[in-house]
């Protein structure tokens, strides 16, 4: 359900999912920290993600390591591995919609989930940066800071 130019919108489907290849959401840091091995050594592996359109589609991504990268959160520098969530929108969609990749970062093993950036629903929502608990503590800290300071 979805309000669209002031109106209720609803949509009724039945989506083709396979169970540990189809994901949403969050549930591609999962799916990064299961396959982090093959992703490392180089391998692309194309999944099944559920999007929004604004009514729900199966879509192919491809699921791919960007590197190592190091992130700044809780007064720490942490290693983390980077990984790309890459939409594969058929070219004549394209025109239509406008898809971002997604971005994941996963902690070294043992793999814990650090930053998430990427649409959250739809493809055309603002993109967010989610961080993990210990960037909570980050922004806590900085907030203290900024109230003494006055």
Request: proline share 5%.
């Amino acid at each position: 359900m979805k309000e669209e130019k002031g109106e209720m919108k609803r949509w009724s489907d039945t989506l083709d999912v396979s169970r540990g290849t189809t994901f949403a959401g969050f549930g591609f840091s999962m799916a990064a920290k299961a396959l982090r091995e093959r992703l490392i050594a180089g391998e692309t592996v194309d999944l099944k993600a559920v999007g929004f359109t604004p009514q729900p589609k199966v879509v192919t991504v491809a699921l791919s390591y960007a590197g190592r990268d190091t992130i700044r959160m809780s007064g720490a520098t942490i290693a983390a591995d980077h990984f790309i969530v890459h939409p594969k929108i058929p070219a004549i969609a394209k025109l239509f919609v406008k898809v971002p990749d997604a971005h994941i970062w996963l902690t070294t093993p043992p793999a814990g989930f650090l930053r998430y950036e990427g649409a959250l629903a739809e493809p055309g929502d603002q993109l967010v940066r989610d961080r993990s608990a210990a960037g909570w503590a980050e922004r806590s800290r900085e907030a203290g800071r900024d109230e003494r300071q006055k």
